[in-house]
Every structure is written in C-alpha cells, then in structure tokens.
C-alpha cells in the first residue's frame, strides 16, 4: 500500500533557528497536507496543498508540494518555544476518499 | 461549535473487558473515522464511515467495531481488550469524501493492563 516516509524524525533545536522537514512517497498523491500535534491534544491542520508545484504559507510556516508530486516540505522560519510538538504530513489515500494516509511524524522540540 | 468531541479522555481496561470509544461532531460532517496513534507509526486509520448507516474497515479494524446511526455519533467499541490495544485513539470528520481537510478531536488514551 502507499506509504509516507517524513524526515527527521525529531529535531532539537534553538530558538530563532529555521527549521525544515520533508515528505516522500513511492506514489503520486494529489493533496498533500501538513498537521501539527500539540503534546495531550489531536492534530490540526496547518497547510493544505492541492496543486504540483504549490507554494503555500501560513505566517512562519511554508509548504510546498514538489513537482513530481511524490514529495512534499514543511519549512518554519524563526522557531519558537510554542512550535514544539509532532509535525505529520498526510495525503488521502485515493481520489475523492475521505481516507488519509499519515506519515510517522517529526517532533520538533526547541530551546528557549 | 463544539468541533470533534471525545470521551473518555482516558481509560484504563483489564485484557477481556469491553467499552466504547465515544465519538460526535456538530458540524454536519458526512465522514468520520477512527484512527490510533502509536510512537513512531503516525495515525493508522481503524474504521471509517461516508454516512449515516455505512461503515467500512481502515488499515488496522481488527479486534473494533462501528456503527454510525446519526450523521453527529461514530462510537468505537472494543469487544475484548488486549494489550496491543493501548493506544491513543482519535476521531475525525469532515464534510464530505472530496474535502480531505479533517478535523480530529482531543484523543482517548486507552491502556490496556
């Protein structure tokens, strides 16, 4: 079945620093989507990406869906204490599905 | 709007008991799904439901059951709890199969002993 490989899988980093991480398939996926897990709660969605070669952003945070459409990046510029948590790159499954297929996530830890 | 709501937020089961994860949402969402969450596996989706009255298996059904009577209400029941079961266990929904935009709610950490 299709699969999400994400790297790192943790980084410990210093406040002020930039931070990017990545997401890679064997297969084609039309959406990519990118969570973030803050530590006792469920994800929310940060970026959403629907088009090869999109660039989206969200305040510090940017995405972008790679033009072969089997990789996706999540960069945040000028880390802070709140950006802690699990960081999940996800894709649905198949076309017009509810169904998503999750990465196994990168923590992100940072140092006041 | 009180979004995607789940209880309990925690339990603690002995191996053979039964209960039922629940799960509901007020936002008119057609689908929900069940997912659990694991260290270093991400979310692995366990059961999932397009409608009132159709459910389907995930990637991990076994040993889980649903039914989805309401549009709101998507309760998971484990019939006889194992170890294997200790999970964090989180319900999704969103509007319709074509949005893929979901939105979880707080989780259920489930340990069982």
């Known amino acids: 079945g299709q699969q999400l490989n994400q790297s790192p899988q943790s980084m410990f980093i210093q406040e002020g620093e930039d931070v990017s991480m990545n997401c890679t398939s064997s297969?084609?996926?039309?959406?990519w989507l990118w969570y973030k897990q803050d530590p006792g709660e469920g994800p929310v969605l940060l970026i959403a990406l629907y088009k090869a070669g999109e660039l989206t952003s969200n305040g510090r945070l940017t995405a972008q869906f790679g033009i072969t459409r089997k990789d996706s990046f999540l960069n945040i510029s000028a880390s802070i204490p709140s950006d802690v948590g699990i960081y999940f790159c996800a894709g649905p499954e198949a076309i017009n599905t509810g169904k998503l297929i999750f990465g196994q996530g990168t923590t992100l830890q940072v140092k006041p | 709007n009180a979004g995607v709501t789940q209880t309990p937020k925690f339990q603690v089961l002995k191996t053979g008991q039964s209960m039922t994860l629940q799960c509901a949402q007020d936002?008119?969402?057609?689908?929900m799904s069940w997912y659990r969450q694991d260290p270093g596996m991400g979310l692995r989706l366990i059961h999932y439901?397009?409608?009132?009255?159709?459910?389907d298996q995930g990637e991990v059904p076994n040993g889980y059951n649903v039914s989805r009577s309401t549009t709101e209400d998507f309760p998971l029941r484990l019939l006889s709890a194992a170890p294997s079961q200790t999970s964090v266990y989180f319900c999704a929904s969103t509007f319709a199969q074509g949005q893929r935009e979901q939105f979880f709610g707080p989780g259920t950490r489930l340990t069982v002993l």
């Open positions: 439901s397009v409608g009132a009255g159709i459910t």
């Open positions: 297969s084609i996926f039309n959406t």
């Open positions: 936002m008119n969402h057609e689908y």
